[in-house]
């Protein structure tokens, strides 16, 4: 799957030339793009996409216990375990991977 920006997509196909064998076929093909496909485009399924969050687990300080960087969740037994129990926070969802806030996957 691939998300398109899909009012850049119109506009490229409006700059495009139909190169056809005679008169008759250009105008068919021009109305195809021109006409047809922003339709086509507008009608196409569509999903929703939320940006994903991303933080890091902080060391409190105080008896093991880390804290979701965005959230401020706090797992007070991670440390203890001696693992990081969540790859996502169960406070906000970010994933905690260490990543920039603005990036999207």
Request: charged share 25%; glycine share 8%.
């Amino acid at each position: 799957m691939r998300l398109i920006d899909a009012d850049a997509l119109k506009v490229t196909i409006s700059k495009y030339e139909f190169d056809a064998p005679n008169e008759r076929y250009k105008q068919g093909g021009e109305c195809v793009l021109n006409f047809y496909m922003p339709k086509i485009i507008d009608d196409a399924p569509t999903i929703e996409v939320v940006p994903v969050r991303h933080g890091e687990w902080l060391d409190s300080g105080i008896n093991g216990t880390v804290s979701c960087s965005i959230c401020m969740f706090t797992d007070f037994f991670a440390k203890q375990n001696r693992v990081m129990l969540f790859k996502h926070c169960p406070g906000c969802g970010a994933r905690m991977d260490g990543g920039h806030e603005d990036e999207i996957y």
